[in-house]
């Protein structure tokens, strides 16, 4: 048994005793080894039901007894190549909770609290989506509110006009942000005038959407055949299933959900130069064709693009941030729509580093692909990889979104649950091939969002930069 201390209480220890950080992390011998890491646990699989019902919807419902809560999460694929398509989806959004032809929208707020719940729509190119919550004992009311949205949302004009004008001026502020601005000029150069690039509507086309066209849309395109609804949290899979059975019978709505058109193949080419003039900083966005998840090199090209730049730990960051201090943040994700997915690496600096910014992410990319990442790189973005994916599948609310996003491209909970141990799998060789197959700065497009009057001169220097009016700087 050790000694008590002579130190009187609240007073400072003796300064003999004191060791710094460095020191407690080292030994005589050097610094002080980690740990090994424990054996990646298997991750359980949940009581599940996955069933399409009569009406041709797909539902999920899974055990996640956490708390007294089931979250929802409704997926419609909603795509229309119709120009106006944008403005009225987002008008529909914006107003499906209005009122229904049983419900104001109070009543709908007034129901929804009552079971400590809440509902929201939102869409995109892709998908029209509600996602909410209630206490569990309360999913009888949260299903029948959802039920009576889809099969009765009403869209009454003065609750249209007053959201319309709400959605015209959130719409005309985040326009004139610079990374909408370089948002839209990245998707009409990746994919021309693909609905895909239809993200954001102008206020004009906003402004002219009345009750009928929304009525005639929800008719036409909110349909069960082709959607998912899952649902998480302290319920009985198989009574939660009966129960959107019954409150969902309703809905019978003929026609099949309209998915996304393919994309065009993405293929290297010059960026794209976008002025700005009098921006005082730069947007970079490159972005090169990837694949999907059901692939069997993505997880090797999930790993390798994590140490290139997928999180702070990244070579990326390292080189732009730590290093150069060029920028607060870069970053290179995978983005997956029904076919496939493309790599985008982004950031954002001052001006007058534009053309050092872009050398820079241009020689990491290089760089990755013909110098692969080492084994503790490998190994730390494994770790990141697989605590990511167990994060995102703690809560109910992770879980719900998760599989809610899964199912949209085909993938059930199945995949979820066995995408570790595929991680777990890769060995350098892979995450090197991967690497070099899809990192390689030539397979990149994409565009530069500046002042060209500052820039283009130091850009000219790089080179495969093309101004507007297919002029390039050479």
């Known amino acids: 048994m ?5 130190t009187p209480p609240g007073a400072a220890p003796d300064t003999a005793l004191r060791r710094s950080a460095t020191e407690i992390g080292r030994t005589p011998t050097g610094p002080r080894g980690l740990p090994p890491l424990r054996p990646q646990p298997q991750v359980p699989a949940p009581a599940e039901t996955d069933t399409v019902l009569s009406n041709g919807l ?5 055990r996640r007894p956490a708390v007294p809560m089931v979250e929802v999460r409704l997926r419609i694929p909603f795509s229309d190549a119709d120009p106006r398509h944008t403005a009225v989806a987002e008008v529909l959004a914006s107003t499906a909770l209005s009122g229904t032809s049983r419900r104001s929208r109070v009543s709908l707020d007034d129901d929804l609290a009552g079971v400590g719940g809440e509902l929201g729509f939102s869409v995109d190119p892709e998908r029209l989506a509600a996602a909410g919550h209630a206490l569990a004992d309360g999913l009888p009311t949260l299903l029948d509110v959802v039920a009576d949205v889809l099969t009765s949302a009403s869209y009454p004009a003065d609750e249209v006009e007053r959201e319309r004008e709400r959605l015209a001026e959130r719409i005309q ?21 693909h609905p895909v690039t239809r993200e954001m509507p102008d206020v004009d086309e906003v402004l002219g959407v009345g009750t009928e066209e929304l009525l005639a849309l929800h008719r036409r395109m909110v349909v069960p055949s082709g959607s998912v609804l899952v649902l998480v949290g302290d319920l009985d899979p198989d009574d939660a299933v009966a129960a959107v059975a019954a409150a969902l019978a309703a809905w019978d709505t003929p026609g099949e959900a309209s998915v996304l058109p393919p994309l065009p193949a993405l293929h290297g080419s010059e960026l794209l130069l976008v002025d700005r003039p009098g921006a005082v900083q730069s947007q970079l966005r490159l972005s090169a064709a990837a694949i999907p998840r059901t692939d069997r090199r993505y997880p090797a090209l999930q790993l390798a693009n994590l140490a290139f730049g997928g999180y702070f730990s990244s070579r990326l960051v390292e080189n732009l941030r730590e290093d150069k201090g060029y920028t607060y943040h870069a970053s290179s994700s995978l983005e997956f729509d029904p076919y496939g997915a493309a790599l ?5 600096c001052a001006s007058e580093v534009t053309a050092a910014a872009l050398l820079e992410m241009r020689y990491e990319l290089g760089r990755a692909a013909v110098v692969p ?10 770790r990141y990889a697989i605590g990511s994916l167990l994060i995102s599948m703690t809560t109910q609310a992770g879980l719900a979104s998760t599989l809610a996003g899964l ?13 570790p141990q595929r991680l777990e799998a890769v060995t350098v060789e892979e995450a090197a091939a991967a690497a070099a197959e899809f990192l390689a700065p030539a397979r990149f497009t994409g565009v530069v969002v500046a002042d060209a009057s500052t ?13 507007p009016g297919g002029t390039s700087i050479t």
């Open 58 to 62: 797909r539902v999920i419902a899974v």
């Open 344 to 348: 985008l690496v982004e950031t954002d």
């Open 407 to 419: 199912a949209g491209v085909g993938l059930s909970s199945e995949w979820v649950r066995e995408h």
């Open 455 to 467: 820039t283009a001169t130091s850009l000219g220097a790089l080179g495969g930069i093309r101004v």
């Open 373 to 382: 990442p080492s084994a503790s790189e490998l190994e730390s973005a494994r």
């Open 2 to 6: 050790s000694a008590p201390s002579t």
């Open 173 to 193: 502020v985040a326009a004139a942000q610079p990374s909408v601005i370089a948002r839209r000029a990245l998707q009409r150069q990746r994919y021309g005038d």
